[in-house]
């Protein structure tokens, strides 16, 4: 293979065997001069097959998973420790290995465009995403010779690296043959021609991954170490809120990250050797997180949408339209001197309906030219006219409610600087259009310092509908605010990324793929909370948080309905399976002033108190006796004793004074007391006063003693009696009166 980018038809090795001239056992760099074979020697010239570097990969991050072991990844070796603490490696020279995937970010690799590749493209650079600055490189140390049998992969600081060992092409078989399915990826040396291979690992290991497998059409499926899949390494995992309710003034924490779940296996990914690392802060890859309201509750689904987009960049590659990429990956090429134009952008892989449009204002200014859903955008002419300085991007529809998108931008010449993210908030009742979009880039004026050279455009999710209440940060807590209203409080959290500058041409994405949503933490400020039977959070019944400061308001049914408990009722309706005892709803816990005429203040909550109120009916028990017309009973056995009015009859409460307090409060009273029942606040504690003993005289004229035995619990008059009892719901004690056994007077005569 030369540097050029083309593998032989044929491989040969003797000294004397010159191909393309240049002998078998020589680099092209070595050879001085004479370019063609000596008389004796064989001279080949061969066809050349075309190595074609897999360029929408550029911009991405990716593991690296061999085919004949799909558990494993490309890893960088780890393990280093200071005083227990874990310190992450990335030093020149460290060796790479194949292991377990355990969401490592030091088993991800970046890869970024590097070197020319002798074909107006470029070789990758496929950097580790632990080395500071994205420059440690994987690698083909010391192995520079195509006819050496094994070399071995390290990473090393790219501007560090020699010759073109740091410099690779990651592609597919080329197309003029069909050995394999063209899925599986080959990673090839810019400095000999050898693959990365796994030199037969199909289990962890901590050998340096290999670099061997000569380039020989023939054996493009028998290669079966040197074959790779490369799988988009995206954000994912969980993150979480430290409530599930708070209230404006609560400080909050943001869990997933430094602050733990209960459940440690809960957390963002990856994180593997960055997350509670000694050196932490300097590594590239680091959590933003922000903060979302919403008006309703729900867990967010799993959607895989991705914009594709495609453009122009000016004469490269004769002026065509580039394939299609990843939008998030990159949109252009880091070429000196090439503006973009001829934009298109498409959605792909969403659940959700909906479309994306984008519109471009050229380098000299005047209109905006709009497009959506692949159409393309200036595209009327060559890029000396088509050049565009400012861009936008938003969406409509169903996705505009599920996605927010990030847009930057790169300046051709000038500082070269990407510009700052520009965070579009989109919806779908409220759609962006095209005046009210945010722009992206310069505004332009005629000098190629507007010029763009290249975009990079994130997909950001979100709870249907909510808005942003706290931009991106590395915060990880929160103090709730009175004007985030009420609503239902998410976290968004990405993972982004610490770039060399802002005018690199290696890096084009500032953060990976994928967004990780929390669960609803319900927050209440501006709303209606009903209490019933209580006073305190315990007996929050009802919460109507669908209110606006200053609106008049009106007691909900829904409320009711929560408030109301089964059977409480006035005696009307003792034992109905209703709540017709309800008092209603008061402005205040002592229930004097009734909730009429109201109005949602303009910050906190309405708070309105109301009870249930329950009946106390008393029945005789089965076998009780009961009083008889006409007989009189008294206190003593005696016809001289006093008469007791009213004896072995069930209490009449009319007229009762009635007290009753709960929560230290002092209640109105009821007023429906009567004949043998009473009505109570629920919750109520009731004691059951017994009665005395009372005489009746026999016509044989002896005396007996009836014993009152107490309130039963049930009617048949078994059980214990009741001293007190707990007013929940309609109730019925049952009173039991009894000739005494034995008490020495039932046969006197006075």
Same mark, same amino acid.
């Given at each position: 293979?030369?540097?050029?980018?083309?593998?032989?038809?044929?491989?040969?090795?003797?000294?004397?065997?010159?191909?393309?001239?240049?002998?078998?056992?020589?680099?092209?760099?070595?050879?001085?001069?004479?370019?063609?074979?000596?008389?004796?020697?064989?001279?080949?010239?061969?066809?050349?097959?075309?190595? +074609?570097?897999?360029?929408?990969?550029?911009?991405?991050?990716?593991?690296?998973?061999?085919?004949?072991?799909?558990?494993?990844?490309?890893?960088?070796?780890?393990?280093?420790?200071?005083?227990?603490?874990?310190?992450?490696?990335?030093?020149?020279?460290?060796?790479?290995?194949?292991?377990?995937?355990?969401?490592?970010?030091?088993?991800?690799?970046?890869?970024?465009?590097?070197?020319?590749?002798?074909?107006?493209?470029?070789?990758?650079?496929?950097?580790?995403?632990?080395?500071?600055?994205?420059?440690?490189?994987?690698?083909?140390?010391?192995?520079?010779?195509?006819?050496?049998?094994?070399?071995?992969?390290?990473?090393?600081?790219?501007?560090?690296?020699?010759?073109?060992?740091?410099?690779?092409?990651?592609?597919?078989?080329?197309?003029?043959?069909?050995?394999?399915?063209?899925?599986?990826?080959?990673?090839?040396?810019?400095?000999?021609?050898?693959?990365?291979?796994?030199?037969?690992?199909?289990?962890?290991?901590?050998?340096?991954?290999?670099?061997?497998? #000569?380039?020989?059409?023939?054996?493009?499926?028998?290669?079966?170490?040197?074959?790779?899949?490369?799988?988009?390494?995206?954000?994912?995992?969980?993150?979480?809120?430290?409530?599930?309710?708070?209230?404006?003034?609560?400080?909050?924490? /943001?869990?997933?990250?430094?602050?733990?779940?209960?459940?440690?296996?809960?957390?963002?990914?990856?994180?593997?050797?960055?997350?509670?690392?000694?050196?932490?802060?300097?590594?590239?890859?680091?959590?933003?997180?922000?903060?979302?309201?919403?008006?309703?509750?729900?867990? /967010?689904?799993?959607?895989?949408?991705?914009?594709?987009?495609?453009?122009?960049?000016?004469?490269?590659?004769?002026?065509?339209?580039?394939? +299609?990429?990843?939008?998030?990956?990159?949109?252009?090429?880091?070429?000196?001197?090439?503006? /973009?134009?001829?934009?298109?952008?498409?959605?792909?892989?969403?659940?959700?309906?909906?479309?994306?449009?984008?519109?471009?204002?050229?380098?000299?200014?005047?209109?905006?030219?709009?497009?959506?859903?692949?159409?393309?955008?200036?595209?009327?002419? &060559?890029?000396?006219?088509?050049?565009?300085?400012?861009?936008?991007?938003?969406?409509?529809?169903?996705?505009?409610?599920?996605?927010?998108?990030?847009?930057?931008?790169?300046?051709?010449?000038?500082?070269?600087?990407?510009?700052?993210?520009?965070?579009?908030?989109?919806?779908?009742?409220?759609?962006?259009?095209?005046?009210?979009?945010?722009?992206?880039?310069?505004?332009?004026?005629?000098?190629?310092?507007?010029?763009?050279?290249?975009?990079?455009?994130?997909?950001?999710?979100?709870?249907?509908?909510?808005?942003?209440?706290?931009?991106?940060?590395?915060?990880?807590?929160?103090?709730?605010?009175?004007?985030?209203?009420?609503?239902?409080?998410?976290?968004?959290?990405?993972?982004?990324?610490?770039?060399?500058?802002?005018?690199?041409?290696?890096?084009?994405?500032?953060?990976?793929?994928?967004?990780?949503?929390?669960?609803?933490?319900?927050?209440?400020?501006?709303?209606?909370?009903?209490?019933?039977?209580? /006073?305190?959070?315990?007996?929050?019944?009802?919460?109507?948080?669908?209110?606006?400061?200053?609106?008049?308001?009106? #007691?909900?049914?829904?409320?009711?309905?929560?408030?109301?408990?089964? #059977?409480?009722?006035?005696?009307?309706?003792?034992?109905?399976?209703?709540?017709?005892?309800?008092?209603?709803?008061?402005?205040?816990? &002592?229930?004097?002033?009734? &909730?009429?005429?109201?109005?949602?203040?303009?910050?906190?909550?309405?708070?309105?108190?109301?009870?249930?109120?329950?009946?106390?009916?008393?029945?005789?028990?089965?076998?009780?006796?009961?009083?008889?017309?006409?007989?009189?009973?008294?206190?003593?056995?005696?016809?001289?004793?006093?008469?007791?009015?009213?004896?072995?009859?069930?209490?009449?409460?009319?007229?009762?004074?009635?007290?009753?307090?709960?929560?230290?409060?002092?209640?109105?009273?009821?007023?429906?007391?009567?004949?043998?029942?009473?009505?109570?606040?629920?919750?109520?504690?009731?004691?059951?006063?017994?009665?005395?003993?009372?005489?009746?005289?026999?016509?044989?004229?002896?005396?007996?003693?009836?014993?009152?035995?107490?309130?039963?619990?049930?009617?048949?008059?078994?059980?214990?009696?009741?001293?007190?009892?707990?007013?929940?719901?309609?109730?019925?004690?049952?009173?039991?009166?009894?000739?005494? +056994?034995?008490?020495?007077?039932?046969?006197?005569?006075?």
């Amino acid at each position: 293979k030369e540097q050029s980018g083309f593998v032989s038809l044929l491989k040969c090795t003797g000294d004397n065997v010159w191909m393309n001239g240049v002998p078998a056992n020589k680099n092209p760099n070595d050879i001085k001069g004479r370019r063609f074979a000596p008389d004796n020697d064989m001279a080949i010239n061969v066809e050349k097959i075309y190595i +074609e570097n897999d360029l929408a990969l550029m911009g991405g991050i990716f593991k690296v998973i061999p085919v004949t072991a799909p558990d494993l990844r490309l890893d960088l070796i780890q393990g280093g420790y200071e005083n227990g603490i874990p310190v992450t490696r990335y030093e020149n020279g460290r060796g790479t290995c194949l292991w377990q995937d355990y969401d490592g970010v030091n088993q991800n690799w970046m890869f970024w465009p590097n070197k020319s590749d002798g074909l107006g493209c470029f070789t990758f650079c496929i950097a580790n995403m632990v080395g500071p600055g994205l420059d440690r490189g994987l690698d083909n140390r010391g192995h520079t010779s195509p006819t050496m049998e094994r070399g071995h992969a390290e990473i090393w600081r790219n501007p560090e690296s020699t010759n073109l060992t740091n410099s690779w092409w990651v592609h597919h078989e080329p197309s003029i043959t069909n050995e394999t399915d063209h899925r599986c990826w080959f990673i090839t040396s810019d400095a000999d021609g050898q693959r990365l291979d796994t030199w037969g690992a199909t289990e962890d290991s901590a050998d340096c991954v290999a670099v061997s497998s #000569p380039a020989c059409p023939g054996v493009w499926a028998r290669q079966v170490n040197a074959q790779w899949m490369i799988e988009e390494a995206v954000c994912h995992g969980e993150v979480g809120l430290s409530s599930d309710e708070a209230k404006p003034g609560d400080s909050l924490k /943001i869990l997933g990250w430094h602050n733990k779940f209960k459940d440690e296996t809960r957390y963002i990914r990856p994180s593997g050797w960055v997350l509670g690392t000694k050196n932490e802060n300097v590594l590239p890859v680091y959590p933003i997180f922000r903060l979302y309201m919403s008006d309703r509750a729900e867990e /967010i689904t799993e959607d895989n949408a991705v914009i594709m987009a495609s453009c122009r960049v000016g004469s490269w590659a004769n002026g065509n339209q580039q394939s +299609e990429a990843y939008s998030h990956r990159h949109i252009g090429w880091p070429h000196g001197g090439q503006p /973009i134009f001829s934009l298109e952008m498409r959605l792909q892989d969403s659940n959700y309906s909906g479309s994306i449009h984008y519109a471009a204002q050229r380098w000299y200014g005047g209109a905006w030219d709009e497009g959506a859903d692949g159409s393309k955008v200036c595209a009327g002419g &060559a890029h000396d006219t088509e050049a565009m300085g400012r861009v936008k991007v938003w969406l409509t529809g169903d996705i505009a409610d599920r996605y927010d998108l990030v847009v930057r931008t790169k300046l051709l010449n000038g500082s070269c600087a990407w510009s700052d993210p520009v965070y579009v908030y989109n919806s779908k009742d409220r759609p962006l259009t095209l005046e009210t979009a945010p722009a992206c880039g310069l505004e332009p004026d005629g000098s190629s310092n507007t010029k763009i050279s290249g975009m990079n455009v994130h997909l950001i999710r979100k709870p249907t509908g909510a808005r942003v209440v706290r931009e991106f940060s590395t915060d990880e807590s929160l103090t709730l605010t009175d004007d985030l209203g009420s609503g239902y409080l998410y976290v968004a959290a990405m993972l982004g990324l610490r770039l060399p500058s802002r005018s690199t041409d290696r890096i084009w994405t500032d953060r990976y793929r994928g967004t990780v949503v929390s669960k609803p933490c319900r927050i209440e400020s501006a709303c209606v909370e009903y209490y019933a039977d209580g /006073i305190d959070g315990a007996h929050l019944v009802y919460r109507d948080s669908d209110v606006h400061p200053g609106d008049a308001y009106a #007691p909900v049914d829904a409320a009711l309905e929560a408030a109301g408990k089964r #059977p409480c009722n006035l005696d009307a309706h003792f034992g109905e399976d209703a709540a017709s005892g309800f008092t209603g709803w008061f402005k205040d816990t &002592a229930l004097v002033n009734p &909730a009429v005429s109201l109005e949602i203040p303009e910050k906190g909550s309405l708070k309105l108190y109301g009870r249930n109120r329950c009946t106390l009916r008393i029945e005789y028990a089965e076998g009780s006796i009961e009083p008889d017309d006409g007989a009189v009973f008294r206190k003593e056995p005696s016809d001289r004793a006093e008469v007791v009015e009213g004896a072995l009859g069930l209490i009449d409460f009319t007229g009762r004074i009635e007290k009753h307090r709960l929560d230290k409060i002092d209640l109105p009273a009821i007023g429906d007391d009567g004949v043998a029942h009473a009505a109570f606040y629920r919750g109520e504690s009731v004691t059951l006063a017994g009665s005395a003993d009372v005489f009746t005289k026999r016509e044989d004229g002896t005396w007996r003693r009836l014993v009152f035995k107490g309130y039963m619990p049930d009617k048949a008059g078994g059980g214990s009696p009741l001293s007190t009892i707990k007013m929940e719901r309609d109730t019925t004690v049952y009173a039991m009166w009894a000739y005494a +056994e034995s008490d020495g007077v039932a046969s006197a005569k006075r």
